[in-house]
């Protein structure tokens, strides 16, 4: 079983920044890829950005150039740099893993991420 802790969201004014954290544990030895999805009220959750065990990535289109997910296998933990936020960043953001068969292992418990002036 993996489970997953994320921290980092807040409150931030229009073009500000905010990185957000996930730390696997359990059987992290199942984990290939490891992601970022957002979601509002009454929306359905989407994707942000994932990457693989050897740091392939792979963006959404509203947040290419702005966010960079990174991540550190011997940390077993995956951040998300938000640079040039816009109030339609603002969600509850989860982080998730999946198994080299696109399997998702877990979510984690959600951080909110509040874009304002």
């Known amino acids: 079983q993996v489970q997953l802790v994320e921290s980092g969201g807040g409150l931030v004014q229009p073009g500000g920044s905010l990185r957000l954290s996930c730390t696997a544990s359990?059987?992290?030895?199942?984990?290939?890829?490891m992601g970022w999805y957002r979601q509002t009220a009454g929306k359905e959750r989407e994707l942000v950005a994932t990457?693989?065990?050897?740091?392939?990535?792979n963006y959404d289109d509203a947040v290419k150039g702005r966010f960079t997910i990174s991540r550190d296998n011997a940390k077993n933990t995956v951040w998300l740099q938000m640079n040039s936020l816009k109030p339609e960043d603002t969600a509850v953001y989860y982080c998730?893993?999946?198994?080299?068969?696109?399997?998702?292992?877990?979510w984690g418990q959600g951080t909110l991420v509040t874009v304002s002036s």
């Open positions: 998730n893993v999946r198994d080299r068969l696109w399997k998702v292992l877990a």
């Open positions: 359990g059987t992290i030895f199942s984990i290939n890829a």
């Open positions: 990457i693989t065990r050897d740091s392939r990535a």
